[in-house]
């Protein structure tokens, strides 16, 4: 049963390069977020999907691109990495409109370091 | 807009003592939801307790509950009995809608860091 599973756990990057995390659930969960956590700024919400092939800006979308070409997975990518994308991602999965009061399932995270 | 606030970044407590940790929001939809996830310093986000705006009765989870003033517009944790494992960070959160409507995206506050002392 693994739930939400974000892949890379750890990147380094230099700034400029680019690279995709990937989040696959198979929970069959219709709606997927991204969110980036910051030092006392919580969690912003950067991008998330409604369904296969839609996805929607959230909060601090600027230089990240998503893609869910699958229902199972939701793509983040950052096509030129800057040292302010240095952060901790959340990928998040939940269902549908008439969802759990659980809200979300968190994947455990990748910490991205951009210098 | 709806809105998340945590006035307190840091908090201690003795062990065995009991804690609350303060949350209040603002948003203008009559139905919403409001949620408390823990984070330790291992990183992953684990889901504590939900309130929904029509219930009656405040949410209780073992140790955990969540005094609801809905007047006040306030959703505070309290955590009975602390214990070390305790220790870690506590967002609080809200969406709109009764199951989160359309999007059913969560908005964060910024986090209360526990530190339970023995």
């Known amino acids: 049963n693994a739930g939400v599973t974000q892949t890379p756990k750890f990147r380094v990057l230099k700034t400029g390069q680019s690279m995709t995390l990937l989040c696959a659930q198979d929970m069959n969960h219709e709606y997927m977020y991204w969110y980036r956590q910051d030092p006392g700024m919580g969690l912003r919400l950067i991008h998330y999907?409604?369904?296969?092939?839609?996805?929607a800006k959230g909060e601090v979308p600027d230089g990240y691109n998503v893609s869910r070409l699958k229902k199972q997975n939701f793509l983040l990518g950052l096509e030129s990495a800057a040292p302010s994308q240095t952060s901790v991602y959340f990928c998040?999965?939940?269902?549908?409109?008439?969802?759990?009061?659980?809200?979300?399932?968190f994947g455990s995270g990748t910490r991205l370091t951009v210098v | 807009a709806q809105k998340i606030t945590q006035t307190q970044p840091g908090m201690f407590v003795q062990e065995k003592e009991a804690v609350t940790l303060d949350c209040t929001y603002d948003t203008s939809d009559p139905s919403y939801g409001l949620f408390w996830y823990k984070q330790p310093s291992s990183g992953e986000m684990i889901f504590l307790i939900y309130?929904?705006?029509?219930?009656?009765q405040n949410a209780t989870e073992g140790r955990y509950s969540l005094n609801f003033q809905k007047a006040r517009k306030s959703a505070n944790l309290v955590i009975s009995a602390s214990q070390l494992g305790d220790s870690a960070m506590y967002f609080c959160?809200?969406?709109?809608?009764?199951?989160?409507?359309?999007?059913?995206?969560?908005?964060f506050g910024t986090g209360t860091l526990l530190a339970v002392q023995p």
């Open positions: 309130q929904g705006s029509y219930d009656q």
């Open positions: 959160a809200m969406r709109e809608g009764r199951y989160g409507g359309a999007t059913n995206k969560l908005i």
């Open positions: 999907s409604v369904g296969e092939g839609t996805t």
């Open positions: 998040a999965s939940s269902y549908g409109g008439q969802g759990t009061i659980y809200g979300y399932t």
